[in-house]
C-alpha cells in the first residue's frame, strides 16, 4: 500500500487548490500576531475580568449550552458511527450525572478518581464532579495495580469511575487496601455481567437515576443548582498525578481559576474558537489533555473528539481531521516512521517523486509557511508539491485542517522539526510543566525555531537563576502538592517561583527560551567536558531505526550508549532483506543490525563533531538492549520518558561491560507483564566500538 | 465457572457411527450437548473430533445412528439446513474470504438473516437499505465486543492468524446461532491470543447465553473453560462428565500419555 490512495475527485479539487496556493499565498492559512488579534472568544475578554460570571467549570457549561446549545461539544465513534453531543445535551447529561453522584454520597471537597482513555462518560464525571465541587483525580489508564492503589489511597477517594472490566479488576484487586472506597462507577459493563460486588454500579444507571430523582424532587433541584451557583474561583478544580519522572508521582492541585485565566490565555494567543476540532487521544490524566482538550474546549467551546479504541487512533485522527492538534515529538516521530516505512514500498516513480518534492519543500517550505520571500519559481515548485505530495501525505496523517499544531516535552530533532514544517504543517514547540498548568513558554506563529521553545506565555513571568535554572510565576501555577507541604516548599521559592528543575536560557538573538536538559542530568566527562544526555539522545532517536536512546557520560572518559530498535522499522528492514528472526531479542541482536544502527551512530557523531562544544562527547561505544525499555517496567515514566538513573542501576552490568572493553556482557532482568506477572529475561549482549570522527583520537586505554 | 442453569438438551447424538472405507472414525458415539454449556469433545490426534463436528452440523451424514437437535431427529441433514437450524460454526484452518474486509465477512454471516431478494439488495434503496443498516449495526455490534475495530476495513489476508480467527468467529456470531461449532479456536495461537479467545468464548457464552461445543486439543484450556467434557480416542467416547472427572480417568490418561503395553 503506498500513501497515494486520492480519488480522481480530490485530485482535481486539489489542482485548483493548488493553483490558488501560489497565487494567493495566504490562503487556507491565519497569522496572528499575539496582540493584534481582536477575535473575540465569545465574550469571555469582557466576563473575565474582575473575577467575572464564568470563574468555574460547571458555570463555563451552562453559558455554552446556553450560548450554543446547538453545536457539538463531544463526539465520540462507537459501533462505527460518529456519535455527537451538543453543549445543550452535555449541560443536561452532567447535571443529572452530578445528581446521582451526589445521591451516592459525593460531597462537596471529596475525591473521586477517573481511570480509563479518552471516554465522553469520563469527561463527564469529571465535570459533575466539578460541578458539586467535589475534585476529580484522573489516574493513567495503564498504570498497574500498586500504581493505581497508592494513588487512590494518597488522594482518598471515595469513588472510581473506571472505563472498563480491565480497570475494575484493577480497582477490585487492590480494594483492601482502600478502606474509603464507597462506590465504583463503570463505563462499559461488558463482562461485568457476574460480578456481585455491591459496590459496582455503571455510570449509564447512576445518570438515569439523577434524571429520575431530578424530575422527582424539586428540593435536589434546587441542591444541584445551588453548588454551581455557588462555585468559586478558589475551589480546587482537579489533582493532576504528575508522571514521576522524578521518583514517586506527587498530586499536583491546581485552583479552578488558575484553570481558567491559563486557558483564556492561550485560547486567546491562538484564536481558538468554537469551530474549532480537537482530538482527544492522549492519556485522559495527562496534564496536557486536560488543558489543552478538556479546559481550552470549555474555555472556547470547541468540540472534542474521543477515537473509537486505542488501535483506531490514526483512522479516527483522519476522519475528525482535527484544527488543533498536539503530539509529543515521539508521536511526530512515529508517524514520520511509518511514512517513510510505507513509502519504501512504493513503486519507483513515486518514490522518486517523493523524495524530488521533499527536496522541494526542504528548500521553500518553511520561508513560505514563515512568511518570507520566496522566488516565483519556488513558489510554483511548492505549489505543484502540495498537490502531488504535501496535501496527499497531509490527508492520510489526518493533518489536513489541522491551523496549529503543537509539540512539547522534550526536545524535537530538528529535521524532524523542520520535516512538518516545510509540508506546510504550522507546528510550534511549547514548554511546561504540570505545576504551571502547563503552558510556561509558546511560540508565536511567524517566530519558529526548531531549537527554542519560545517567549513566556501571555501573563508567565520567568527568570533564570544564577545556577542555570529556569523559574517561573503563572496564572496557572499549582497550588501545592497535595497533603505534601515539604514538597510544595522544596519547589516553591520564598518569593512565589516555581522551581522547574530543568537548565536554560535566554536565546540572545530570538529572545526565546532554551532548555538544555533537566539540570541535574547535565553532566561533565572526566576532562570536564560539557556532557547533555538528552541532546544526545535526541540526535540518536532521530533515526527511524532507532526508538529509544540512553546515554552515559558523567564523570566517565568517553560516552556510551544503550540503544532499542524499532521494531517496526526495522522488521519492515528484515522482511525486505530477507532476515529471519523470531523475537524482538533475536532481532535486537543480530549482526545486521548493528552495522545498520552502527552507521547511524556514526552519523550523530559526524553531526556532534562539527559542533565545537558537544564534539568531544561523541559515542565511543554501543549496544542494543535485548528488551524494550518499558513503563511496567519503571525504565520509562508513563508519560514515556526514559528514568535514566534508575536503568543505569538495572542494567549495571552492561554500564560496567560499556566502560571495561569487554564485547559482550550478559544481562538478566525482571520484566513485568501487562496482567502484573513477573518474569526474567536473559541474554547476552553485544557492544560494538566505534570510531571519534574529527579528532583523532583513538579510543584511550581504557578499551 | 458458572454452570448454565437448565438441563434442557440442545442436541442429543445417539450412537453415532461413521467409517470412510476401512477407517472407522466413529464407533457408537453418544452424547448430548445442554442449552447454555460450553461442551468440549477432545482427544489425541485422529481421535475422530473432527469427523464428530462435520457430523453434528450435516457435513458428513452418519453410517449409523441419530441425531436430535431442537427436539428433531434426523439422520441426514444437508449443511444448508444445520445452518438455518441454528448452528454455527468456525474452522480448523480459517476458512474466509481472504481478499474482503473483516466488515464484510462478518457481514458474510448476515446472509440468511437477510430477507429481502436479491433484487432488492442490487437496488441498495429504501427497505433494503434500512435493512443493510440494521445488519450493519448488528456486525457492529459484534466488532465491538471481539474488539476488532481497528481492522474493520483490512482485507483478512493481511492480518496476522490470531486476528483471522477472531473474524471468523465473529462470522459465526453474526448467524445469532443457538449452537455455535469450534473447531480448534486455540490452534496455532501464542499464549496471549489463547487467553484473549478464551475471555472471548467465555463472553459470548455469557453475554448472548449462546450454547458451544469446542474441539481442542490444548487440554489446559479446555479444563478451564468449559463445563462438561467428552473425550474421544480411536473414535470411541471413552470418558465423559466435568472437566475434573475427566482429569481424574484412567483411560484418559492413558490415551493422552501413552500406556506401557
Redesign the interface.
Known sequence: MSIWYLSEFQSVVMLGYAALAWLLPETGRRHHKQGRTNAPVFGIESDMAGGGPFDTFPKLLLRNSAQFGARPALRHKDLGIWQTWTWAQVAEIVRAYAAGLHRLGLRRGETIAVVGSNRPKLYWTIMAAQALRAIPVPVYSDAVADELAFVLAHAEAKLVAAQDQEQVDKVLSVSDRLPQLDWIVYDEPRGLDGYNDSRLIAIGDVIQDGRDALAAEAELREQIDEFVRKGEGSDIAIILYTSGTTGASKGVVLSTQGCIDAATDTVRFDSLTGNDVVFAYLPLAWVGDHYLNYVQGLVAGFCMACPESGETIEQDRREIGPTFYFAPPRGFEAMLTRVVIRMEDAAPIKRRMFSYFLGVARRYGESILTGNPVPLSGRLLYGLGRLLVYEPLKNVLGLSRVRIAYTAGEAIGQDLFAFYRSIGLNLKQLYGQTEAFLYVTCQPDGEIYSDTVGPAAPNVDIRITEAGEVQFRSPGMFVGYFKDQAKTAETMTPDDYVKTGDAGFFDEKTGHLKIIDRAKDVGRLADGTMFAPKFLENKLKFFPNIKEAVTFGDSKEFVCAMLNIDTAAVANWAERNNIAYGSYQELASHPLVYDMVAKDVAEVNRSLAKEKVMAGTQIRRFLILHKELDADDGELTRTLKVRRRFIAERYAPLVTALYNGSHEADISTEVTFEDGRKGAIAARVKIRDMQAIGAADPLGKAA | M?APDTNEVLLQVEGVALAFGGVRALRDVSFNIRKGEIRAIIGPNGAGKTSMLNVINGFYHPDHGAITFKGRTRARMQPFEAARGGIARTFQNVALFKGMSALDNIMAGRTLKVRRGLLWQMLRYGPALAEEVEH??RV??I???L?I??I??VPVARLPYGLQKRVELGRALAMEPDLLLLDEPMAGMNLEEKEDMS?FII?VN??YGTTIALIEHDMAVVMDLSHRVAVLDHGVKIADGTPDEVKRNQAVIDAYLGVAH
Open positions: 458458572r450493519r449495526h457492529e455490534e466488532i465491538d465486543f474488539e475495530e481497528a474493520r476495513k475471555r463472553d455469557n453475554h
